[in-house]
């Protein structure tokens, strides 16, 4: 038997995820839709004597076909059929939310309309008669508040009526709204057209097809000259003529008078008594209040960034104890190993390859969990939003798109987030030129991969001031990515740009539960990761560093030297001896393997930026995926390491290091955090862009870029003395 598949839908802010995750819970996927780059999440439902697969679509004002996202939540509601659709309504903003039950009603689809926020509306002293609404709707209507879960037992039991008896649970024909003689007219001719063809009759109402030629909806016009292109020619023609006909009596388009109409049609709905307000001139909204500090001119800067540097305070005074525990058992573990195994291929690449490697990004799990929850409270409470507001007055000076903060936010603008979605979220951008910018700057941000390296040399070098310093370098990545984009903009992306208007959602308490979703979610993507992309490159780079190994005549010298300690040494100090020659034995194995060779190669350039042929093979691992530098950096160092004592952590290591001082460490980190974007990152890059020149355009720009702050600083600090 065939699951039950319910669909929820609904506005941006509307509370969508947060009653996603109340109803699933623990029981979510996340994939993508089959083609496209845009994100599905479904989860399980169970309880009121049903279960259901519950497909969260994505966020959409409107089902007209001007995104990628509003294409693919119509194509799941008209291919997939769900048994229902919950649409989640905000009800302290009714009339814009009900512009897509409007259209879902279009769609004849059976619905249950949530009417989330029921105390934020009462808040704002409004009254909703939900009974009259439901009336004038034709659908059922229950009141809700996804928050704390009030109303949602109902909600589903209401959704389980709808699907056993959806012509007795709603009226969906009840919706006829009417567009104006002009439009109406040519509506009902083009609708009996379309029904007496059959056109689209799988997927769609002949009215709603109709609609949407006269909309001039691109996506459905190709699917009908598909089909029948004599009728999709004639179909065009007509809403050509009657659009022009509008131009010139009205002075505007046939998509804004259906938009005028259908929000006519919402008004006489609210008018007829489902809302009453306690009117109180003097008074604001919460979210008002909270707002005239928060996004103050002055004020709110100095707050965000305060907020900033105290979510990197609380990471890494929380995160050290849990850090320094995870070290400390694969440091246990890679010493049980290293007392248990023979010498040989096999122990090196379980504790070098493996353990120093994977167990090297692992280790900083805790921080990396704790950031991100960090993260979650910010999105969720509704102020991410505000940094985007605020963010608008500085991008413009750039000669970037408010919108573009957002992709900027998500590829890690407040810390931990992905530079791919970052440049899938430019999107948006409808000015090709900002588009494009902003897509070739959204790596310089401090990406989720890009903390294990800030942890690791920070910690190591400047352990006194993590918080600062980590502050510091998310502010410098904001700082080179706006210069970088200003510098495109004046050259080779020239052009004016286009105005911002952006939704400010209210603000609210986040639930526990939606957190530890959201955090889980990421922090298991970062596991997953680490245990495939990362493992795989950390056994093919320790096996560039492993062979070919030796040359005869080194490996002769250093045989050559362990007899003689075996002869001239007795006890511990022959033990000692022997450690030692091993550790040199390993370094210069090391040295002459493939990925040494190639790390000494680059040293005649590196050697300007303070960088070893050491760092230079974590570099050419970092390319792969950024978090490779930190797995990469610790194969090396095992593998070649010259203490003798119990195993150390890595920071350690590189802190007692002769080649590594804190000038190196911060010119080394300026060029990790900047250069080349990761390989999944440049194909991201060269599909949006639809050009692989933009992509390898991508790694030399940011690769110089890089080279240059880290030379200047370095060369510098020399200068001074450093």
Known sequence: ???????????????????????????????????????????????????????????????????????????????????????????????????????????????????????????????????????????????IIARSGQGLDRLMQTVKKVVEQPAAASDPDKIRISYGDDIDRILLDMTSRIREQGLLADKYPPRWVALKVIENDETLLGEIEERAPELAAELKSEADRVNDHLVKTYDTYSEAVIADHRYGFIKGILKRGVITHRYDENRLYTSDRIDKVLTNRFAGPVIMLGVLYTIYYVTFSLSALPVSWVESFFNGLSGLLNSSLPDGALKSLLISGIINGVGGVLGFIPLIMLMFFCIAIIEDSGYLARVSFMMDRIFRIFGLHGSSVMAYIVSGGIAGGCAVPGVMATRTLRSPKERMATLLTVPFMNCGAKLPILALLIGAFFADHRSLYMFGFTLLSWVIALVAAKILRLTVLRGAPTPFVMELPPYRFPTFKGLAIHTWERTWQYIKKAGTVILAISILLWAMMTYPGLPPDQAARF??????????????????????????????????????????????????????????IALIGGFAAKEVVVSTLGTAYSMGQVDTGDPVSLSRRLARDPDWNPLVALSTLLFMVFYAPCFVTVVCIARESGSWKWAFFSIAYSTTIAFLLALMVYQGGRLLGF
């Not at 479904?42 to 001007?66: C, H, K, M, Q, W």
């Not at 000494?600 to 050491?614: D, M, S």
């Open 559 to 616: 045989d050559r030297e362990r007899n003689r300690i075996v002869e001239q040494y007795r006890g511990e100090k022959k033990e000692l001896q022997l450690k030692m020659l091993e550790s040199r034995r390993e370094a210069a194995a090391l040295r002459a393997s493939a990925a040494g060779r190639l790390g000494v190669a680059l040293e005649k350039v590196t050697w300007l930026c303070g960088f070893k042929w050491r760092t230079n």
């Open 1 to 143: 038997m065939q699951p039950i598949v319910l669909a929820l839908a609904g506005n941006p802010n509307a509370g969508k995820t947060t009653l996603f995750n109340a109803l699933t819970g623990a029981r979510q996927h996340v994939g993508n839709y089959p083609g496209v780059t845009v994100e599905r999440k479904e989860g399980e439902y169970r309880g009121n004597g049903f279960s259901a697969v519950i497909v969260d679509l994505p966020g959409t004002y409107s089902l007209t076909a001007y995104s990628e996202e509003e294409v693919v939540a119509r194509d799941f509601l008209a291919l997939e059929k769900p048994a229902a659709v919950i649409n989640i309504v905000d009800a302290a903003n009714l009339e814009r939310n009900l512009y897509l039950t409007c259209q879902l009603l279009e769609l004849k689809l059976p619905i249950v309309v949530a009417l989330n926020m029921m105390d934020v509306a009462r808040d704002r002293g409004m009254t909703i008669d939900v009974d009259k609404l439901a009336t004038l709707l034709g659908v059922p209507v229950v009141p």
